[in-house]
T-cell receptor
Framework: DTAVSQTPKYLVTQMGNDKSIKCEQN?????MYWYKQDSKKFLKIMFS???????INETVPNRFSPKSPDKAHLNLHINSLELGDSAVYFC??????????????FGEGSRLTVL | KQEVTQIPAALSVPEGENLVLNCSFT??????LQWFRQDPGKGLTSLLL?????REQTSGRLNASLDKSSGRSTLYIAASQPGDSATYLC???????FGKGTRLSVIA
């Protein structure tokens, strides 16, 4: 039973298109995150939600819009895709937010390729 | 701004060796630290979490320690096995700031 699951696992699309990635966690956690892993394998935080409220919004283009319909789900919508958006996007969750958040659990990642 | 450095970037050892992976933070104000492994094309698997009141954690052949005064953490792997081959990432202070990882190869 997967704790943090993301769909789709692979996504290949053309420049200019709009796409979404979905994430669900069944751990009962309050906080969810989106991370981006670039071609050099460097992982960087993009967004974080705590109980459906946006608490972290790093310097990410506003073409990226996260949405959390409930605390178990965090989706990422990307408008007008660019070549530089090609990366692996990881969803994660933790029990709480901030320094006492506890262990972070990651999904398997969604590999986005923009042609 | 917190930055994390992992040394070495890559390591190749024969099976059975004990090894140490290093992680250092530019800002020693570390509240929590987590070590992960990432297999090629896969997600991150959490190995150990050191919380703010702790100095080390152990799980099986793995031991992680955190020295807040120096802003350094080490991951010790005992009796390495080919199945330990992966990239090991350290990260601190939720939302986690990651290092670039150490790519470990254990040769049978």
């Amino acid at each position: 039973d997967t704790a943090v699951s993301q769909t789709p696992k692979y996504l290949v699309t053309q420049m200019g298109n709009d796409k979404s990635i979905k994430c669900e966690q069944n751990l009962g956690h309050d906080t969810m995150y989106w991370y981006k892993q670039d071609s050099k394998k460097f992982l960087k935080i993009m967004f974080s939600y705590n109980n459906k409220e946006l608490i972290i919004n790093e310097t990410v283009p506003n073409r990226f819009s996260p949405k959390s319909p409930d605390k178990a789900h965090l989706n990422l919508h990307i408008n007008s895709l660019e070549l530089g958006d090609s990366a692996v996007y990881f969803c994660a969750s933790s029990l709480l937010a901030g320094p006492g958040a506890g262990e972070l659990f990651f999904g398997e990642g969604s590999r986005l390729t923009v042609l | 701004k917190q930055e994390v450095t992992q040394i070495p970037a890559a390591l190749s050892v024969p099976e059975g060796e004990n090894l140490v992976l290093n992680c250092s933070f530019t800002d020693s104000a570390i509240y929590n630290l987590q070590w992960f492994r990432q297999d090629p094309g896969k997600g991150l698997t959490s190995l150990l979490l050191i919380q703010s009141s702790q100095r080390e954690q152990t799980s099986g052949r793995l031991n992680a320690s955190l020295d807040k005064s120096s802003g350094r953490s080490t991951l010790y792997i005992a009796a390495s096995q080919p199945g330990d081959s992966a990239t090991y990432l350290c990260a601190g202070n939720t939302p986690l700031v990651f290092g670039k990882g150490t790519r470990l190869s254990v040769i049978a």
